[in-house]
T-cell receptor
Framework: KQEVTQIPAALSVPEGENLVLNCSFT??????LQWFRQDPGKGLTSLLL?????REQTSGRLNASLDKSSGRSTLYIAASQPGDSATYLC??????????????FGKGTSLLVTP | NAGVTQTPKFRILKIGQSMTLQCTQD?????MYWYRQDPGMGLKLIYY???????DKGEVPNGYNVSRSTTEDFPLRLELAAPSQTSVYFC?????????????FGDGTRLSIL
């Protein structure tokens, strides 16, 4: 069974800092890995999707890397802003006989960027 | 575009009552999913559908039922509400089975069973 772990569970940084969120998974047979943002009381917004054949993806101040062999991914946020405050979820997409191509989620990292 | 729309946004039920959580998407996606999110936990898959008329169980299906009569709609039914079903429910959709395609999520239904 695929287990997805996110470290740290919570993080508080001053505005302007660069930061790294970590995600690890136990089964390297993944199709892709996605990073989501969740604002309080809202649904999930997809930030970046890394295909299993890729090493990284970039969108603006966000950069996500993937190391399938070691079962790790990182989300790098440059020059953090208070508007980045949210919960960040990592999810891996695998073929599972019980649930099709469903996403397996970590518990998330709650990020607070202070002015 | 509306994307994935869930109704209601909030609901309080008494133990033993039943209700249907509605989900509709306007992106012509084949794949639709229902997840639940408990406090401090990741999302867990309840049911999924690969197209109209086809549904299958996910990781935590007990106490729920689904149907998929159209491409757009994927309602989730609770027949006998129990306190353990207090959670936030998210519906999602994707064009293909996750490979290279991100899932799009609704804003969720916050359900309390008292």
């Amino acid at each position: 069974k695929q287990e997805v772990t996110q470290i740290p569970a919570a993080l508080s940084v001053p505005e302007g800092e660069n930061l790294v969120l970590n995600c690890s998974f136990t089964d390297s047979a993944i199709y892709n890995l996605q990073w989501f943002r969740q604002d309080p009381g809202k649904g999930l917004t997809s930030l970046l999707l890394i295909q299993s054949s890729q090493r990284e993806q970039t969108s603006g101040r966000l950069n996500a890397s993937l190391d399938k062999s070691s079962g790790r991914s990182t989300l790098y946020i440059a020059a953090s802003q208070p508007g980045d405050s949210a919960t960040y979820l990592c999810a891996v997409d695998i073929e599972n006989s019980n649930s099709g191509y469903a996403l397996n989620f970590g518990k998330g990292t709650s990020l607070l960027v202070t002015p | 575009n509306a994307g994935v729309t869930q109704t209601p946004k909030f609901r309080i039920l008494k133990i033993g009552q039943s209700m249907t959580l509605q989900c509709t998407q306007d992106m012509n996606h084949n794949y639709m999913y229902w997840y639940r999110q408990d406090p401090g936990m990741g999302l867990k898959l309840i049911y999924y559908s690969v197209g109209a008329g086809i549904t299958d169980k996910g990781e935590v299906p007990n106490g729920y039922n689904v149907s998929r009569s159209t491409t757009e709609d994927f309602p989730l039914r609770l027949e006998l509400a129990a306190p353990s079903q207090t959670s936030v429910y998210f519906c999602a959709s994707s064009y293909s089975p996750g490979v290279y395609q991100p899932q799009h999520f609704g804003d969720g239904t916050r359900l309390s069973i008292l």
